[in-house]
C-alpha cells in the first residue's frame, strides 16, 4: 500500500526523530487562539508543506458564535517588595491566565489572591488556563509557589493587547483522483503543551509531507486544517458549509506522543467507513488499543459531528484528553512525549489512510467452485512464516469478493489484517481471478477513465 511503503522509506527512528525535533521548536512559543504566536506556528508548519494562512476579522458571525478579538502579549510578571519577579511570563507561557486583559497595578496579596490558580494535587505544576470569553486577567503557578508567597503588597503587570484583529488559520490541500475529500484536522491554538497540541499538530504536519510525494497517485483529495480549537473548527465550517458534501471520512488528531495505548474515539455516526478503518487497524496494531463511542465534548469531532453537519470523523488519541494527569499542565513537556511514540502515531494514520485509499470491492471472475490455486502457484506461500495466513487470505477474499464485499468487509469478517487481505486481492487480480467492481463512491476517478458514473438517480 503507496502510503504504508512511503513511510517505510523514511523509518520509524528517522519520523521520530523530525517529528520530535519540530516539536522542539515549536515548544516555547505563546501560542492562544488568535495572534503572533499561533500565526508563528503557522509559518513554521508553512516550511514543511504547502500551507495556506487564512485571516477572519474579529467581530465575523461564525453561526452562533463570534470571532474574538486578538490577543497578543509581550511580558507578565508578579514582583514581591524587593522588584524580584516571583512569577515570570519569561520563565513559562503558561504562568499567564491565556487570553488575559492587560493590568499594571500594585495589590496586597488578599486582592492578587482570587486571580491566582494552581493544582493542589500535584504541587510542582503549573496550571495551564484560558479566559476566551470572559474579560478576566489571572497568573496560573506551581502550588508549592503559591503557599509561599508572603503576605504583603505585590506589583502585578501584564503586558498584552486584546483589541480588533484576526483569527488565523492554515489549509493545506491535495487534490487526488476523486473530489471526496478526507480532512485531517487538529488544534494550534496551545502554549508550551506537548501532548495536547504539539503531537497532533507534528503528525498531521508529517502526514501531509508524505502524501505530497504522492499526489497524482491518491483516491482521495485531503485537507488538513491547523486551527484553534473550537472557535477555528466553528468559524471553517462556517465558511466552508459546501464541505459536507465532499468530507467523506476524517480524524482529529491529538494526544499522539505520549506512551499510552491508541484511542479512537468513533464519529456520531458509529459506523462510518473511518470508524470501521480506524477500529480495524487499531486492532492489528495492540491489544491494548481501545475504541471510544462517541460523545459530544472532547476536540474539533464536536463540531464536524454537529447534527447539521454530521461528518464521519473521528478522533485518534493516545491518552484520552482530560484522563491524564499531565493534562493541561506543564508536565505536558516535552519530556512527556517520545520520538518512537509520534513515528508510532504516523504509522497507525497512515495505515488507516491506505485502508480508505484500497477498500473497494471486486468480483472472483471463477466463483463456481474454488479456483485450482495450486496450478497457478497460489496455494503456497510466496516465503517467511505465514504460509496459512497468505492462502487463508486469497480463499476469504475469493469467497467474499462478489461484487458486494469491500477488502475491509473480508478483513473484518476474516480477521485478518487489511494489507494482508489486500495483497491477496492484488496477487489474485494479477492472476486474472478478480476484477475491480466500480460502483457510485468511485467517483470522478471512475469518469476521468471514461466509465459512466452512477447516480443515485440512475437507481
Ligand atoms: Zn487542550
Redesign the pocket.
Known amino acids: 500500500m503507496k502510503l504504508s511503503k512511503q513511510f517505510d522509506r523514511v523509518g520509524m527512528a528517522a519520523a521520530g526523530r523530525d517529528l520530535y525535533q519540530f516539536a522542539a521548536e515549536l515548544y516555547p512559543i505563546c501560542r492562544s487562539i488568535t495572534g503572533h504566536g499561533i500565526r508563528q506556528t503557522l509559518r513554521m508548519i508553512q516550511q514543511h508543506i504547502p500551507l495556506k494562512i487564512f485571516e477572519v476579522a474579529s467581530g465575523t458571525s461564525v453561526f452562533d458564535w463570534t470571532v474574538p478579538k486578538e490577543w497578543n502579549i509581550k511580558d507578565a510578571y508578579i514582583k514581591d517588595r524587593s522588584g524580584r519577579r516571583v512569577v515570570d511570563f519569561q520563565k513559562s507561557n503558561l504562568h499567564v491566565l491565556n487570553y488575559s486583559v492587560p493590568i499594571h497595578a500594585t495589590m496586597p496579596l488578599g486582592e492578587l489572591r482570587p486571580h491566582l490558580f494552581s493544582i493542589p494535587e500535584h504541587p510542582d505544576w503549573i496550571p495551564y488556563r484560558t479566559s476566551y470569553y470572559k474579560e478576566e486577567w489571572g497568573f496560573c503557578l506551581s502550588h508549592s509557589q503559591l503557599v509561599a508567597l508572603p503576605d504583603g503588597d505585590y506589583e502585578v503587570s501584564i503586558d498584552s493587547t486584546l483589541a480588533d484583529g484576526s483569527l488565523s488559520y492554515g489549509e493545506c490541500f491535495f487534490a487526488g483522483q476523486s473530489s471526496d475529500e478526507i480532512l485531517i484536522s487538529c ?1 494550534v491554538c ?1 502554549p508550551s ?1 506537548a501532548n ?2 504539539l503531537s497532533g499538530l507534528t503528525v498531521a504536519t508529517a502526514l501531509a509531507k508524505l502524501l505530497a510525494e504522492l499526489t497524482s497517485d491518491l483516491r482521495y483529495s485531503y485537507r488538513f486544517l491547523f486551527i484553534p ?1 473550537t472557535i477555528g473548527a466553528i468559524t471553517w465550517l462556517a465558511r466552508n458549509q459546501d464541505a459536507r458534501t465532499r468530507i467523506r471520512h476524517g480524524l482529529v488528531l491529538t494526544c499522539l506522543g505520549d506512551p499510552a495505548p491508541f484511542h479512537y474515539k468513533k464519529s456520531r455516526r458509529g459506523d462510518a467507513e473511518i470508524d470501521r478503518a480506524a477500529a480495524h487497524v487499531l486492532s492489528h496494531l495492540s491489544e491494548r488499543a481501545e475504541v471510544l463511542d462517541f460523545s459530544p465534548y472532547g476536540y474539533d469531532e464536536r463540531q464536524y459531528c454537529s447534527p447539521g453537519f454530521n461528518l464521519g470523523v473521528g478522533c485518534l488519541m493516545r491518552s484520552v ?1 482530560g484522563s491524564f494527569p499531565e ?2 499542565t506543564s508536565a505536558d513537556n516535552m519530556s512527556f512525549i517520545e520520538p518512537k511514540c509520534l513515528a508510532e502515531s504516523l504509522r497507525a494514520c497512515v495505515m488507516v489512510l491506505d485502508v480508505l485509499e484500497n477498500d473497494r470491492r471486486y468480483r472472483n471472475l471463477l466463483p463456481f467452485c474454488e479456483p485450482q490455486l495450486g496450478r497457478r502457484g497460489l496455494y503456497r506461500s510466496t516465503g517467511g512464516d505465514s504460509i496459512a495466513d497468505e492462502v487463508n487470505a486469497r480463499l476469504w477474499v475469493l469467497n467474499f469478493s462478489d461484487g458486494e464485499n469491500s477488502l475491509l468487509d473480508i478483513a473484518e469478517r476474516s480477521r485478518l489484517s487489511f494489507a494482508m487481505i489486500f495483497e491477496a486481492a492484488q496477487l489474485l487480480r494479477e492472476n486474472g481471478l478478480l476484477e475491480l467492481v466500480l460502483g457510485a463512491n468511485d467517483g470522478e476517478e471512475v469518469a476521468a477513465k471514461g466509465v459512466h458514473r452512477s447516480t443515485a438517480s440512475d437507481f
Open positions: 488544534h496551545h503543551l495536547d497540541n480549537g484528553w493534562y493541561h
